[in-house]
């Protein structure tokens, strides 16, 4: 079993700036992929951004070059800086984390981001 716990989000206006991150804990082992995907009211929930263990990162097109994810894999860590963000990037964020061999996901309560114009 894999436990995440996020913490950042709240509100901010338009242009500004917070940043998201997210500690696992558990049974955490072989490549994995952590990242960040998003839910606004209504909406299918999407990814904004994720890295794999190895190194490499994706980011949503709507994202790319405002946000940026970085990882520890030493403390099994992941954080998202957002930048000049727009209020439609207001939704709820989760954490994510995907085992790869055991094809399971898991994932973390959610916290809110809401930017205002």
């Known amino acids: 079993q894999v436990q995440l716990v996020e913490s950042g989000g709240g509100l901010v206006q338009s242009g500004g700036s917070l940043r998201l991150s997210c500690a696992a804990s558990?049974?955490?082992?072989?490549?994995?992929?952590m990242g960040w995907y998003r839910q606004a009211p209504g909406k299918q929930r999407e990814l904004v951004a994720s890295c794999l263990s190895v190194g490499s990162t994706n980011y949503a097109d709507s994202v790319k070059g405002r946000f940026t994810i970085s990882r520890d894999n030493a403390k099994n860590t992941v954080s998202l800086q957002m930048n000049s963000l727009k209020p439609e990037d207001t939704a709820v964020y989760y954490c994510?984390?995907?085992?790869?061999?055991?094809?399971?996901?898991?994932w973390g309560q959610g916290t809110q981001v809401t930017v205002s114009s």
């Open positions: 558990g049974n955490i082992f072989g490549v994995n992929v």
């Open positions: 994510n984390i995907r085992l790869i061999m055991l094809s399971r996901d898991y």
